[in-house]
């Protein structure tokens, strides 16, 4: 059974006829063509789909594309504006923080989901303090928020720095 | 340095970077075939051993939507000559769980999945024989293994140079059934153009997919063109063809239409190849100052029944350390599982597990450093082959990589360390990795303005061919990256082999630098040094191994440090920081190569922890066939790795002086993880992966 949809995606509204069964993931890739988030495992276990649902990451394999409504999904390649790289995508490349890329763009908004997760004082399995106000992003930290995202290349020990990088600069880390 | 070195060396970024990082590099699936796609699913055999006697497609072909539902009964014949698995849909026999036994065309992928579900299958089957075992009766001796090795080779008397060694270690050594799982699942997407086929694809090396669609559809090599620009990492999965390009190409000559095949992932389990598992007994013979007198590597691993892959297991025994009497020696059993194929370091990984742990046995029972226990046993030339080395420094990546991790003044006594709950342990293994390059064929063209494109049908699957090649292509031109084009990953380009066996910079870089000084001559001999207006085109070819391979004995060397942390209550272990030291020859780039040694360690440290496909003895299939129960490491699970290399180069290997660093940085990782374990906790554990639950296992024993 097909559903009338409006898609907000990165900025940009997207009518499109989706089956009720198809995922935001296969919404984006199949129907729209917005293969920035990619797909490793399409059952919510490698974190490759990540993309940002109103900010909150989310892993768009499990989220149904005629459940997202009126929300703002933002990819990473939508992180960019004015087709100006993220701090993250440059921090990304400067540390060689990926190999194939392929998990590259859900670790992006991966990063993007526990930079905005800090500010708002979000604890984790590793949070020393957890009813702390901020939480700082030490490695400990970033090591265990970015769990979710495989990287079968084992770019992890580059992923840890550019994302402590963009961290410091943004206040979330000493 | 001369001017032709400044790129070669430095840590250039990825010129691919920005696209990855925002998404925008297609991928296979992401490339626009110019028309709408239909999608592919497919019904996967149940059993292992058998014949289908029932196959219902009629409730599926009714679903709205479905375009053609593929079977036996009527999948377009493939010509004679496809070996393993590739003839797909061409008979009712069934070699394998997870087989393809049909398959579903549909407009969307929510219908073709839909519909999958709608096909009955019935099978005649026999009982699986899947379990691999020392005593079974027919484990038979290939005629040679994977890549031209021997399949034994036995030097002096083992058996009594065993017998009188004053000391001895005979241990036997397990490692499981293991998946690549790059994280872009295989996909083909196929187009044909009245005879002639296009397929998008993620594999190792176009050139390595179209001998193979040729075969099986009856084409000319100039019909098919296979492009794969990016791919989402491989491991060796992606570097043959397997049913995905099959099926897809078949599919889309069916429906006349594009078609895409994207695997799940619990079909990476059956579909794209595995590692074999093995079993390995291990001897060695040493006299009191621990110089080995005799070295007995025996492997028993498995293939499938419809193909043969013998894996090269003991050849790093061959070379990696002096000893008069020595034997090594590979039997197989053939199992009703999917063929296996090449993965990281086919042969030295598992094989460098069971030597390095062995190793490490013996300087417990001679009471002796580990590290020093392999520098007594350097040997000068290559020991079975007699030939000297191109260049040989493991030594001084052992003492270079002690120095740098802080290893002086260890205690030898295991289980004395503990921090809180945590039993700390250190441990060492080397690391080593043929070096070699393949044929290939390149063609440069400049213009009149000094632009250069390069072209060659090399492959970069994460390794940063893309940015290494353009620093070699620009320093062997005598310019600058930006003057430089590169174009790679499509089969209408020179002939390359794939990304394989870590001989890609060897193979592709050294085509690039012999067809550069071949334009250059023409340059400066006919047109003054100066491009021509109209331009010039020159095609150069490496014609493959180097001169020197059969004169000397080439390859690269390192040398893990591993701590390792054990919970003395739960049993987990933390791998918290560990240094590496490479003799890889000429570094290219900086930057990536670290990326490299570094993903290769971390992936022998999530080998050594979490990785293993558990196989069910009574009905024949992978248990844990998805990524929430096929552990690979995490983020959280990877520590402080320390990342250095020797500054040599190898000359006699290829013009570059590079050796290969693709798979070298897995090589005795998972070995140095295990010693180190066993340095916190007095447990030897000899069956990979090393998971909580086998300290208890061994506190039981023990």
């Not at chain 2, 099959?246 to 895409?260: D, Q, Y």
């Not at chain 2, 007699?386 to 003492?399: F, I, K, Q």
């Not at chain 2, 870590?502 to 340059?523: E, H, N, P």
Request: a negative charge; charged letters at 20%.
């Amino acid at each position: 059974m097909d559903s009338q949809i409006t898609l907000r995606v990165d900025g940009a509204a997207h009518p499109l006829a989706v089956d009720t069964r198809t995922t935001l993931l296969d919404a984006l890739r199949e129907r729209l063509r917005i293969t920035s988030p990619k797909k490793g495992c399409d059952h919510g276990q490698c974190g490759a789909c990540t993309v940002l649902l109103d900010g909150r990451r989310v892993n768009s394999c499990l989220v149904l594309a005629v459940t997202v409504g009126d929300a703002e999904v933002t990819t990473s390649d939508g992180l960019a504006v004015d087709d100006v790289p993220h701090a993250l995508h440059r921090s990304f490349v400067e540390h060689d923080a990926f190999q194939c890329g392929y998990c590259t763009p859900g670790q992006v908004c991966s990063a993007a989901g526990i930079l905005a997760e800090a500010r708002a004082g979000w604890p984790s399995a590793v949070t020393p303090d957890v009813a702390a106000d901020t939480v700082e992003l030490t490695d400990d930290e970033i090591r265990e928020r970015m769990s979710g995202n495989l990287c079968r290349c084992a770019a992890y020990a580059n992923i840890v720095p550019a994302v402590a990088d963009v961290a410091r600069a943004e206040g979330v880390r000493r | 340095m001369t001017t032709m070195d400044r790129l070669v060396g430095a840590g250039v970024d990825r010129i691919d970077g920005p696209a990855k990082v925002r998404g925008t590099a297609p991928y296979a699936y992401e490339q626009d075939p110019g028309e709408p796609i239909a999608h592919l699913a497919v019904v996967q055999s149940t059993v292992n051993r058998g014949r289908i006697s029932r196959l219902d497609p009629s409730r599926a072909e009714a679903l709205p939507g479905v375009l053609a539902v593929l079977t036996p009964a009527n999948a377009p014949r493939l010509g004679k000559g496809l070996a393993s698995d590739l003839p797909v849909l061409q008979s009712l026999d069934v070699h394998y769980q997870g087989q393809v036994v049909a398959a579903v065309v549909a407009e969307t992928s929510e219908i073709a999945k839909a519909a999958v579900g709608a096909i009955a299958v019935g099978y005649d089957a026999e009982p699986p024989d899947v379990a691999l075992s020392p005593d079974r009766e027919d484990l038979y001796a290939p005629e040679k293994l994977m890549a031209g090795f021997a399949t034994d080779s036995i030097i002096g008397d083992v058996d009594g140079a065993l017998a009188a060694a004053v000391v001895s270690i005979d241990a036997t050594y397990e490692t499981p059934t293991q998946h690549h799982n790059p994280i872009e699942m295989h996909t083909s997407m196929a187009r044909w153009d009245g005879d002639s086929l296009t397929l998008w694809d993620a594999d190792q090396g176009p050139h390595n997919i179209v001998n193979d669609l040729v075969t099986g559809f009856g084409l000319d090599a100039g019909q098919v063109r296979v492009i794969s620009p990016y791919v989402g990492g491989a491991f060796g999965s992606k570097a043959f063809t397997h049913p995905n390009q099959m099926l897809a190409a078949m599919a889309a000559r069916v429906v006349g239409r594009t078609v895409v095949y994207e695997l799940t992932r619990q079909q990476m389990f059956s579909l794209v190849g595995h590692r074999t598992p093995t079993i390995q007994r291990l001897r060695l013979g040493a006299d009191p100052e621990g110089r080995l007198t005799a070295i007995s590597h025996e492997v028993v691993e498995h293939t499938a029944r419809i193909a043969e892959f013998a894996e090269q297991t003991a050849t790093p025994t061959r070379v990696l350390y002096a000893a008069p009497h020595r034997r090594t020696t590979h039997r197989l059993a053939r199992l009703d599982v999917p063929p296996p194929t090449i993965m990281r370091a086919p042969g030295e990984t598992p094989g460098m597990f069971a030597l390095e742990s062995a190793m490490d046995e013996l300087a417990v029972v001679l009471g002796l450093d580990p590290v020093e226990l392999r520098i007594r046993n350097e040997p000068e030339r290559d020991p079975e082959r007699d030939l000297p080395w191109s260049t040989r420094n493991l030594v001084e990546c052992l003492r270079t990589g002690a120095e740098r991790f802080g290893w002086a003044g260890r205690d030898l006594r295991p289980g004395v360390r503990t921090e809180g709950r945590w039993l700390v342990g250190t441990g060492v293994a080397s690391a080593t990795y043929p070096t070699r390059r393949r044929k290939a064929q390149c063609r440069i063209s400049v213009d009149g303005a000094g632009r250069y494109v390069v072209e060659i049908d090399g492959s970069d699957i994460g390794t940063g061919a893309w940015t290494a090649l353009t620093q070699i292509a620009a320093d062997a031109l005598g310019t600058d990256m930006a003057s430089v084009e590169l174009r790679i990953g499509d089969s209408r380009l020179p002939f390359a082999g794939g990304a394989g066996g870590s001989t890609g910079l060897a193979s592709w870089g050294t085509a690039i630098v012999f067809t550069a000084r071949d334009l250059r001559k023409q340059l400066d001999e006919q047109h003054g040094g100066q491009p021509p207006a109209g331009g010039l085109s020159v095609d150069g070819e490496l014609p493959g191994e180097s001169p020197h391979a059969k004169t000397h004995s080439m390859h690269a060397y390192g040398a893990h440090f591993v701590e390792v942390r054990v919970d003395r209550d739960s049993g987990e272990v933390r791998v918290p920081r560990a240094t590496s030291v490479y003799d890889a020859g000429t570094i290219v780039n900086a930057k990536t190569a670290r990326s490299q040694l570094l993903g290769g360690f971390s992936m022998g440290v999530s080998m050594a922890l979490h990785e293993g496909s558990v196989t069910d003895e009574r009905y024949g299939h992978y248990v844990n066939h998805d990524l929430a129960e096929y552990h690979v490491a995490t983020n959280a699970d990877i520590g402080e790795i320390d990342i250095s290399w020797l500054d040599v180069d190898d000359q006699l290997a290829n013009p570059i002086g590079l050796k290969g660093i693709g798979e070298i940085g897995i090589t005795g990782a998972a070995a140095a993880v295990a010693n180190a374990y066993w340095h916190a906790t007095r447990l030897r554990i000899r069956d990979l992966p090393i998971t909580p639950d086998k300290y208890f296992r061994e506190l039981g024993e023990s």
